[in-house]
C-alpha cells in the first residue's frame, strides 16, 4: 500500500533561518512525488516534482528537495525563510502502477516569525 | 490565466439541499479530479474523470455523491441531500492527457462548501 508522512504538522523558524519540512513515503513501486504550497483560501501550488531524474530537485521560490531512495524519504528545504512561505505545504505521491492516484500527506503549517 | 476555474467560491446551502459545484480545467486538459479537504487535513481523493468517462470514484461516498465531465462544458460535483458534514473545501485539478502518470496536476482556488 502507498502512503505518505508528514512528520511534523507544524514549523516555526526565524525569517533568515533554514526550512526543513519531512516527507516519508511507502511505495511499492518507483512512485513520483511532489511538494506543493497552499497559502490560505487558496488552492495549491506546486512547488516542485521528482520524476526519477536527478534526486535533488529545485523548484520555484528557493525550494529544494532530495529524493533519498534508502531512506524513503523526500524532505523539502530552503536556506533562508521569508515571511511570505508562511503557507501549509503538502507532500504528494503518485505511485507508478499506471494511474493516476494521487496521495496527499496530512500537511505541514510552517510559522516564520520576523 | 487559463488556469483551473471554480465556481462559486463559497456555498451555503440548507440540509436537505443540493449543492453543484463546477470546475473548468485548464484549457487543452481532459483529466480533472476532485478533492475533499476538511479543516486540518490534507485532501483526500474523490474521483478522476476523463471526458465523459469516471476511471475512478473510490474516494467518492456511495450515496448522495455524483460527478460528471461531459463532453462540452465544466465538470460538475454534485452533492444532493447535503448534510452538515459534507462542510469542507473541495478542490478541482486537472491535468493533460499526454505525459503520463508524472504530470503535476494544477489545481483550482476551491469552493467553501457549508451547510446550516
Known amino acids: 500500500a502507498q502512503s505518505v508522512t508528514q512528520l511534523d504538522s507544524h514549523v516555526s523558524v526565524s525569517e533568515g533561518t533554514p526550512v526543513l519540512l519531512r516527507c516519508n513515503y511507502s511505495?511499492?513501486?518507483?512512485?513520483?512525488l511532489f511538494w506543493y504550497v497552499q497559502h490560505p483560501n487558496k488552492g495549491l501550488q506546486l512547488l516542485l516534482k521528482?520524476?526519477?531524474?536527478?534526486?535533488l530537485v529545485k523548484g520555484i521560490n528557493g525550494f529544494e528537495a532530495e529524493f533519498k531512495k534508502s531512506e524513503t524519504s523526500f524532505h523539502l528545504t530552503k536556506p533562508s525563510a521569508h515571511m511570505s512561505d508562511a503557507a501549509e505545504y503538502f507532500c504528494?505521491?503518485?505511485?507508478?502502477?499506471?494511474?493516476?492516484?494521487?496521495?496527499f500527506g496530512a500537511g505541514t503549517r510552517l510559522f516564520v516569525k520576523a | 490565466n487559463a488556469g483551473v476555474m471554480q465556481n462559486p467560491r463559497h456555498l451555503v446551502r440548507r440540509r436537505g439541499q443540493e449543492a453543484r459545484l463546477r470546475c473548468s480545467p485548464v484549457k487543452g486538459h481532459s483529466h480533472v479530479y476532485w478533492y475533499r479537504q476538511l479543516p486540518e487535513e490534507g485532501l483526500k481523493f474523490m474521483v478522476y474523470?476523463?471526458?465523459?468517462?469516471?476511471?475512478?470514484e473510490s474516494g467518492m461516498p456511495k450515496e448522495r455523491f455524483s460527478a460528471e465531465f461531459p463532453k462540452e462544458g465544466p465538470s460538475i460535483l454534485r452533492i444532493q441531500q447535503v448534510v452538515r458534514g459534507d462542510s469542507a473545501a473541495y478542490f478541482c485539478?486537472?491535468?493533460?492527457?499526454?505525459?503520463?502518470?508524472?504530470?503535476?496536476?494544477?489545481f483550482g482556488d476551491g469552493t467553501r462548501l457549508s451547510i446550516l
Open positions: 521528482y520524476t526519477s531524474a536527478a534526486t
Open positions: 511505495s511499492s513501486y518507483s512512485p513520483s
Open positions: 485539478a486537472s491535468s493533460p492527457g499526454t505525459g503520463g502518470f508524472n504530470q503535476p496536476q494544477h
Open positions: 474523470l476523463q471526458k465523459e468517462n469516471i476511471i475512478d
Open positions: 504528494v505521491v503518485r505511485p507508478d502502477t499506471g494511474g493516476f492516484k494521487t496521495i
